[in-house]
């Protein structure tokens, strides 16, 4: 009899050319390679900037310079600052007419289904191609309720007084290296600012995406929920494959105010020479309520720990999670959350899977403050391991300084069940579907938080990760 | 024989280095219910998952035939295809993967067509209605929180759902409060017709009731010791294992 439990665990990588759609370069300007004080001012100025944004970047800039690499987590040794081009502007100008956008552009995003999305109920589609915005459209409905939905660039320019009021101050440059960097380079990326009351009944939508070799990504993107309104925003990022190291580090700054509710949703699935290095923070309020749903698929590496601080009594935090790491990846993700209220209270969910070698970590801090008495916190963390090739680690952090708290973790690391595929195959299905059926069962909870695009998707990206060979 | 579903020849089968079964025959046919009898530890399990292609278990020598074919090397899932079905002893809980969900993959499966979500939702709640199950769990996880009583409910849901060929039940009826023996065996015997067999573990005959039993065999040691018809099942409850031993 054949050995079936040693072919079993082999999953080939995936095919990924789907994805992986390459233009010809067509940019009509690029920074020179490295990061000087002259670079910096050139952004600047070809973004007309005011001032005070230059002065900002020069900033972050010096302490960029001052700060050391980080020296945990995985390793990002292959990446050298100097041949980092920082920052890439495609030969478009910004236009709210998909008709206007040109046509490999075009032919890019078709392929990645985004006026499919917009079509099907989004409500506005901010596309990011490189550095620049260059397709932006809102329903006039939100302009009319005064939500002011745009790129970054347009905001500085033309909300001055609301960016300059949040503008990297949940992430300042002091935050880390990485968070410097961005502060000093940043370009492109979103601007939402719901006011008081108003409800967004629709999910905005943004779509991140690479193209040029050796170009880092640096958006930022930033949300103010007023008092008692809500919003569901959405962000999907995919890039191209290149064989020089690519950097990512953008920067998200949520702000939500007293019995207000922000849902930011995010799939990442970006090529596998990709260090991703996202920053993303939220700030929230008494009785305001930040829910996270994170997907982290493709990148060499990812650290990616979205924080969030639960400054006003009874302020919620729902972190839901999953992470895919295959062959070459190594991937560490997580959540932070710091309770600084009473009644504070935090749930986070989360899925990890490796295979083919793949690293996965969880790492999650949570810090409870004195003042935050009554605080509850459940942390609810599994992993499931494909083969026996794959790592997976759990790294939970607690920090419980308050009386009278509720604190739970579980943690639960696995393998995919032998008997379980032996189970499935015993009523006709074949063990390729088999496992399919038991990672997809293993990551519903997250699939049924997405809405039904996104779980769609997300379940092709994980067929596409399982996809070939099973011996 | 154009009728003979199961033919077992020879068959020397264990795990790892330690053979369990030693030498076993054993033919069913189409429209019969065989019966196997044995103490804990003689094979029986090993029997029924041999059959369905456990890869755990490896065959030493000797053929497992089904409809005229060696299927010996053939993995689980064909089998299940060609319409082989094993009610499990302690059925496995699988999170994320819904009763109907699976039940439909797995009917597609082995019919290579599509089933229509509608007819084949009605068709469960029927059969479900049948096994006195409430509808809802047919949206629960499989086996998930599921009492034992439960679990093997469901079993016999899934057999009658997929109408298999043959049926191997591991002691469905085992862990079972009388009621539910009554309703696990109303299944088998709405499953059961002339064209089907079942091949039966169990350590309790309270199932066997309602069902016409055509062959005992009680298996000691991996062998099988002694044949007979439903009146072997009698002795064997008065008389125990015991002075059937030096067979084995």
Redesign the interface.
């Given at each position: 009899?054949?050995?079936?439990?040693k072919k079993k665990t082999y999953v080939a990588d995936v095919e990924r050319t789907l994805y992986d759609i390459r233009d010809e370069d067509r940019s009509s300007y690029k920074t020179a390679k490295g990061l000087t004080e002259d670079i910096v001012r050139d952004i600047s100025a070809k973004k007309e900037e005011p001032e005070w944004m230059l002065q900002k970047r020069l900033e972050a800039l010096r302490i960029y310079h001052q700060m050391p690499m980080p020296t945990w987590g995985p390793d990002i040794s292959a990446l050298h600052m100097d041949d980092i081009v920082t920052y890439v502007r495609p030969d478009t100008k910004m236009t709210g007419n998909w008709k206007e956008v040109p046509k490999e552009i075009k032919d890019t995003f078709d392929r990645l289904g985004i006026p499919e999305a917009e079509k099907t109920s989004l409500a506005g589609v901010g596309a990011q191609y490189d550095s620049e915005v260059v397709y932006h459209s809102i329903q006039k409905e939100l302009a009319d309720q005064g939500v002011l939905y745009t790129d970054f660039e347009t905001a500085v320019k033309e909300y001055p007084e609301i960016v300059q009021e949040y503008f990297m101050t949940l992430i300042p440059p002091t935050a880390h290296k990485f968070a410097a960097l961005h502060g000093a380079v940043w370009s492109g990326g979103s601007f939402v600012y719901v006011p008081e009351g108003v409800h967004v009944d629709i999910p905005l939508q943004s779509y991140f995406r690479l193209n040029a070799a050796g170009a880092g990504q640096f958006e930022h993107t930033l949300i103010v929920c007023e008092k008692n309104s809500s919003l569901h925003f959405i962000e999907g990022c995919s890039a191209p494959k290149y064989n020089v190291t690519n950097l990512h580090a953008g920067a998200v700054e949520l702000f939500v105010k007293e019995g207000a509710r922000l849902r930011y949703s995010t799939i990442e699935n970006w090529s596998r020479n990709m260090m991703n290095l996202n920053t993303k923070r939220s700030f929230v309020e008494k009785d305001g309520v930040i829910e996270w749903v994170s997907g982290s698929f493709g990148s060499h590496v990812s650290c990616l720990y979205p924080a969030s601080v639960l400054h006003g009594e009874n302020a919620k935090c729902e972190f839901t999670g999953v992470t895919f790491s295959a062959k070459g990846q190594d991937l560490d993700t997580g959540a932070s959350v710091i309770m600084l209220a009473p009644h504070t209270s935090a749930n986070i969910n989360t899925r990890t899977i490796s295979k083919s070698g793949g690293k996965a970590t969880y790492r999650s801090a949570v810090k409870v403050a004195p003042a935050a008495t009554g605080a509850k916190c459940l942390v609810n963390c599994e992993s499931l391991m494909l083969d026996n090739d794959s790592r997976s680690d759990t790294l939970p952090v607690m920090d419980i300084q308050a009386a009278d708290v509720e604190i739970g973790h579980e943690a639960k690391i696995g393998r995919i069940?032998?008997?379980?595929i032996?189970?499935?195959?015993?009523?006709?299905?074949?063990?390729k579907?088999?496992q399919a059926?038991?990672v997809?069962?293993?990551?519903?909870?997250i699939s049924k938080a997405l809405p039904l695009e996104y779980a769609v998707e997300m379940n092709n990206l994980i067929n596409l990760e399982l996809e070939g060979t099973m011996g | 024989m154009a009728d003979t579903l199961l033919e077992i020849k020879d068959l020397h089968a264990g795990v790892a280095d330690k053979e369990i079964l030693r030498g076993l025959d054993l033919t069913v046919r189409k429209g019969e219910v065989h019966v196997i009898l044995g103490p804990n530890g003689s094979g029986k399990s090993t029997l029924m998952n041999v059959i369905?292609g456990?890869?755990?278990?490896?065959?030493l020598s000797g053929q497992v035939c089904f409809e005229g074919e060696d299927v010996?090397?053939e993995?689980?899932?064909e089998r299940?295809?060609k319409g082989i079905?094993?009610s499990?002893q302690t059925?496995?809980e699988?999170?994320?993967?819904t009763v109907e969900?699976?039940?439909r993959?797995?009917?597609q499966?082995?019919t290579g067509k599509r089933e229509r979500i509608f007819g084949f939702r009605k068709e469960l709640k029927a059969a479900m209605e049948g096994l006195q199950m409430d509808p809802s769990y047919a949206e629960r996880?499989l086996n998930v929180g599921f009492s034992g009583g439960e679990k093997k409910r469901t079993e016999i849901l899934?057999l009658l759902m997929?109408n298999p060929k043959l049926a191997l039940l591991d002691e469905t009826d085992s862990g079972l409060d009388v009621d539910a023996v009554q309703i696990v065996s109303n299944g088998v015997r709405q499953f059961h017709n002339e064209n089907n067999a079942c091949l039966i573990i169990t350590h309790n005959t309270r199932i066997l009731d309602k069902l016409r039993v055509d062959k005992v065999h009680v298996l000691l040691n991996g062998r099988i010791v002694e044949e007979g018809g439903p009146e072997l099942v009698d002795v064997i409850n008065r008389e125990g294992f015991t002075h059937l031993q030096q067979k084995a």
């Open positions: 009899m054949e050995d079936l439990t069940s032998d008997e379980a032996y189970y499935l195959t015993s009523r006709g299905i074949d063990e579907e088999a059926m038991i997809r069962g293993f990551v519903e909870p | 369905m456990h890869p755990k278990y490896q065959v010996t090397e993995p689980t899932f299940a295809r079905f094993l499990f059925p496995e699988i999170p994320g993967i969900n699976m039940l993959t797995a009917r499966a082995i996880y899934q997929l």
